[in-house]
């Protein structure tokens, strides 16, 4: 079936500008992540949804950035106001269920590459 | 201490050759861990997970330590397609995955 799809797949953006990035997931799954991959670096976890349940936020890195799920299915990332330090690539990734448990496979979309110039 | 700390490398593996590279976590309450795989500007895709003390599948074996928090990948008779990043992530029962910056392999003909 699908996988996670992600789009833009490239978008190239000025400082100061806002960006949204989208993100439909695995039908079915009620888990939805968000991370950021800066060049050479690991994963940084950004928000995390489960269901209808709030989502963890911890770790978006400031204020300008925030995230919705519409539906518990489609999930968008909005950046303001983005700055040079904001490029990188977004990934995101579903679960069937989240949390709890042993853990569960996440699977990850493509990812968005972000270059604000 | 990170929470994974891993040796970026790059590992340098003759074809056929066997490697192996450990992950340490910091987090002692980690109850699941994976193994990612992710290729140069792709997305990373789970090669392995462990549960108890290891798994193996294939050419590629797990082993998990839980008294000195570590956990092992090793690769037998390793193929060119196997050149990789090969990612570390411990599962600590919260919502989040704990990613390490992983361990390239560049599988040498």
């Known amino acids: 079936g699908a996988g996670v799809s992600q789009s833009p797949s490239n978008k190239v953006t000025e400082k100061g500008k806002d960006v949204e990035l989208r993100c439909d997931p695995i039908?079915?799954?009620?888990?939805l992540y968000w991370y950021r991959q800066s060049l050479g670096q690991g994963l940084e976890f950004l928000i995390y949804?489960?269901?209808?349940?709030?989502?963890?936020k911890s770790g978006l890195p400031s204020d300008r950035f925030s995230a919705e799920r519409t539906g518990g299915s489609v999930s968008t990332l909005t950046i303001q106001r983005t700055q040079q330090e904001d490029s990188a690539v977004y990934l995101c990734?579903?679960?069937?269920?989240?949390?709890?448990?042993?853990?569960?496979?996440?699977?990850f979309g493509p990812g968005t590459r972000l270059l604000v110039l | 201490r990170k929470e994974v700390e891993q040796d970026p490398g790059p590992f340098n593996v003759p074809e056929g050759a066997t490697v192996a590279f450990n992950c340490t976590y910091s987090n002692s309450a980690s109850q699941s861990f994976f193994w990612y795989r992710q290729d140069c500007r792709k997305e990373p895709k789970l090669l392995m997970s462990?549960?108890?003390s290891g798994n193996e599948d294939g050419r590629f074996t797990a082993q998990l330590n839980r008294a000195s928090q570590y956990i092992s990948l090793l690769i037998r008779d390793s193929k060119l397609s196997d050149s990789a990043t090969y990612l570390c992530v411990p599962w600590g029962g919260n919502n989040r995955l704990a990613f390490g910056k992983g361990n390239q392999v560049v599988v040498i003909p």
């Open positions: 990734a579903s679960s069937l269920v989240g949390g709890g448990g042993g853990g569960e496979t996440q699977y």
């Open positions: 462990v549960y108890s």
């Open positions: 039908s079915g799954h009620t888990a």
């Open positions: 949804f489960q269901g209808n349940s709030a989502p963890d």
